[in-house]
């Protein structure tokens, strides 16, 4: 297809963006060749992200969705990132400057986004194949954005002791609580927010993983009598993911764009290839364990986000959206 772009199927596949809390923090406006991606202040996390920093990366998944929507469509893009320094809100524009074929690898992205999905069950104990990592970094490089596996040796260790030190604190602070179940929905045709259906029902203590999920449900659960296990039982499957860490040099909202950006482009990459993933970022909610992920690990730049990645177990829950109308803005 060529010729003037389809901006509400082009928002549309945007707004299939994954989001923290599925706030869904973002407004766009079309004119014939160009769509501006906006940060909506008025979906803020005050509590668990003050500076905008996980929502404007959510942002920017947005952008690289759109991007690669336009390319299917048969369209050539260019995208500029924070364009307007007055306009702090105003995230990037994506300008379409001609006409040509999406490659097989642009289409096979762009088909997987319907398709993608967080999945927060266990993953299968199936190895994340190292190749496959190996082209995820590839990808997110070219967006300016390091990636490093800290699922192994002593950056596991570290990495899972600063996020359940995290999901800890955050467990404890009733402001974070409160937040928390505002963004956690009941109804099923909820257009934002996190549905409960799409929450695992079990105590996220007792998994069988070394790495902590946030829990949605926390305040909510009732202590039940520990089920007696038989001494011949089989010890449980312990999922083993792979767990990556994307960063930047910046830290500043230039930064954060490319990575949602670069977390786009692996989201899909890993979903055209069978996986999924869900992301892990209490200990970057945090300022004092994102700086001592820094330290601990000797990272040269910012930690943005750590993705947990694998083999699903199951089909994920698909969590609403808001319609186009309700953020498309078109202009002459």
């Given at each position: 297809?060529?010729?003037?772009?389809?901006?509400?199927?082009?928002?549309?596949?945007?707004?299939?963006?994954?989001?923290?809390?599925?706030?869904?923090?973002?407004?766009?406006?079309?004119?014939a060749?160009?769509?501006e991606?906006?940060?909506?202040?008025?979906?803020?996390?005050?509590?668990l992200?003050?500076?905008?920093?996980?929502?404007?990366?959510?942002?920017?998944?947005?952008?690289?969705?759109?991007?690669?929507?336009?390319?299917?469509?048969?369209?050539?893009v260019?995208?500029?990132?924070?364009?307007?320094?007055?306009?702090?809100?105003?995230?990037?524009?994506?300008?379409?400057?001609?006409?040509?074929?999406?490659?097989?690898?642009?289409?096979?992205?762009?088909?997987?986004?319907?398709?993608?999905?967080?999945?927060?069950?266990?993953?299968?104990?199936?190895?994340?194949?190292?190749?496959?990592?190996?082209?995820?970094?590839?990808?997110?490089?070219?967006?300016?954005?390091?990636?490093?596996?800290?699922?192994?040796?002593?950056?596991?260790?570290?990495?899972?002791?600063?996020?359940?030190?995290?999901?800890?604190?955050?467990?404890?602070?009733?402001?974070?609580?409160?937040?928390?179940?505002?963004?956690?929905?009941?109804?099923?045709?909820?257009?934002?927010?996190?549905?409960?259906?799409?929450?695992p029902?079990?105590?996220?203590?007792?998994?069988?993983?070394?790495?902590?999920?946030?829990d949605?449900?926390?305040?909510?659960?009732?202590?039940?009598?520990?089920?007696?296990?038989?001494?011949?039982?089989?010890?449980?499957?312990?999922?083993?993911?792979?767990?990556?860490?994307?960063?930047?040099?910046?830290?500043?909202?230039?930064?954060?764009?490319?990575?949602?950006?670069?977390?786009?482009?692996?989201?899909?990459?890993?979903?055209?290839?069978?996986?999924?993933?869900?992301p892990?970022?209490?200990?970057?909610?945090w300022?004092?364990?994102?700086?001592?992920?820094?330290?601990?690990?000797?990272?040269?730049?910012?930690?943005?986000?750590?993705?947990?990645?694998?083999?699903?177990?199951?089909?994920?829950?698909?969590?609403?959206?808001?319609?186009?109308?309700?953020?498309?803005?078109?202009?002459d």
């Amino acid at each position: 297809m060529t010729g003037a772009p389809d901006w509400d199927q082009v928002v549309e596949a945007a707004t299939r963006a994954p989001s923290i809390h599925n706030t869904q923090p973002w407004r766009f406006t079309a004119t014939a060749d160009r769509l501006e991606v906006r940060f909506d202040p008025e979906r803020f996390l005050p509590i668990l992200d003050p500076t905008h920093r996980q929502q404007v990366i959510s942002c920017g998944v947005a952008v690289e969705f759109a991007a690669l929507a336009l390319r299917a469509q048969g369209l050539d893009v260019a995208v500029d990132v924070a364009p307007e320094p007055s306009d702090a809100d105003h995230l990037a524009t994506v300008r379409v400057t001609g006409a040509r074929p999406a490659g097989e690898d642009e289409q096979a992205l762009a088909d997987a986004i319907p398709q993608r999905h967080t999945t927060r069950a266990p993953f299968l104990p199936q190895e994340v194949p190292v190749e496959l990592i190996d082209r995820l970094q590839a990808d997110a490089g070219d967006y300016g954005v390091w990636v490093e596996n800290v699922s192994r040796d002593d950056a596991e260790l570290i990495t899972v002791f600063l996020i359940d030190r995290a999901e800890q604190a955050e467990e404890s602070d009733p402001a974070y609580r409160a937040e928390l179940e505002v963004w956690l929905r009941t109804d099923p045709d909820a257009v934002d927010g996190v549905p409960v259906d799409a929450v695992p029902g079990d105590d996220p203590a007792a998994r069988p993983s070394n790495w902590s999920i946030r829990d949605f449900l926390v305040g909510q659960r009732t202590a039940r009598p520990a089920v007696p296990v038989a001494d011949d039982a089989p010890p449980p499957v312990v999922e083993r993911p792979a767990v990556l860490l994307l960063g930047t040099m910046g830290d500043d909202r230039t930064a954060w764009v490319q990575a949602g950006r670069a977390l786009g482009r692996v989201l899909l990459r890993l979903t055209a290839a069978g996986l999924a993933a869900s992301p892990m970022t209490q200990a970057l909610d945090w300022p004092a364990t994102r700086t001592r992920l820094t330290v601990e690990l000797s990272l040269v730049g910012h930690p943005q986000m750590l993705v947990r990645l694998g083999w699903p177990s199951a089909p994920a829950t698909a969590t609403g959206r808001r319609p186009v109308a309700e953020v498309l803005t078109t202009s002459d």
